[in-house]
């Protein structure tokens, strides 16, 4: 099926430590989007990429789009406290009305 | 600017009835997409909403029903509840259907 793989599940982090979480996908993606969801809250767009090799970058965020866009990454540069939550990444049909979510990473930022 | 709103927060049913779930989209917004969320796991796609119609639909049986008025908010019903059928009930919109989506507080169901 047309499902993403992300890893890790989890990952604990010191606060300032970078950290990183991969989308994996066995076929090719129209495009790529990122989300947030912090702990009891609901999902919050952060992205779409759509270009091979596409690189983005919000503040401490850098999001990566691989060249056969079959993967991507998020990567967070010193994390902070404001940085807990879990990342989805979520693929698009090719008709663009279907979203499907990775299983997230969570994230956790020890001060 | 009013975000995409959710009705009701939280439900408490019980197995075999049936539930309504409310949602108004963003403003100009005209898609409506919702999606069943279990602890821990990331959301599932249910159905998508454009134009008062049904443009796509996920792995999800037809207990699972739903119809977007012309204002374009969006109702979700589930007939026949299982305990299975407990989660987070996102609703998200968007303007059209490749764009971004904006996902409101959710409802959160219980079924005993």
């Known amino acids: 099926g047309q499902q993403v793989m992300q890893i890790p599940q989890y990952q604990h982090v010191q606060e300032g430590e970078d950290f990183t979480t991969y989308c994996n996908s066995s076929?090719?993606?129209?495009?790529i989007q990122w989300y947030k969801q912090r702990p009891g809250g609901h999902p919050v767009f952060l992205i779409q990429?759509?270009?091979?090799?596409e690189v983005k970058k919000q503040k401490r965020l850098t999001f990566q789009f691989g060249e056969a866009k079959k993967n991507s990454s998020l990567h967070i540069t010193a994390t902070q406290t404001t940085d807990v939550g879990t990342y989805f990444c979520?693929?698009?049909?090719?008709?663009?009305?279907?979203?499907?979510f990775g299983g997230g990473t969570r994230l956790m930022v020890k001060p | 600017d009013a975000g995409v709103t959710q009705s009701p927060t939280h439900l408490i049913k019980t197995r075999g009835q049936q539930v309504t779930l409310r949602c108004s989209p963003k403003?100009?917004?005209?898609?409506v997409s919702w999606y069943q969320q279990a602890l821990g796991q990331g959301p599932q796609f249910i159905f998508q909403?454009?134009?008062?119609?049904?443009?796509q639909r996920g792995n999800f049986p037809d207990r699972f029903s739903g119809h977007q008025f012309p204002n374009y908010s969006s109702e979700l019903n589930v007939n026949a509840l299982l305990l299975g059928d407990s989660a987070l009930y996102l609703c998200?919109?968007?303007?059209?259907?490749?764009?971004?989506?904006?996902f409101g507080p959710g409802t959160r169901l219980t079924v005993t």
């Open positions: 979520a693929r698009n049909n090719n008709a663009g009305n279907m979203l499907t």
């Open positions: 076929t090719t993606l129209s495009n």
């Open positions: 990429l759509v270009k091979s090799g």
């Open positions: 403003s100009g917004h005209d898609t």
């Open positions: 909403y454009y134009e008062e119609e049904e443009r």
């Open positions: 998200a919109s968007s303007f059209y259907v490749r764009y971004e989506q904006y």
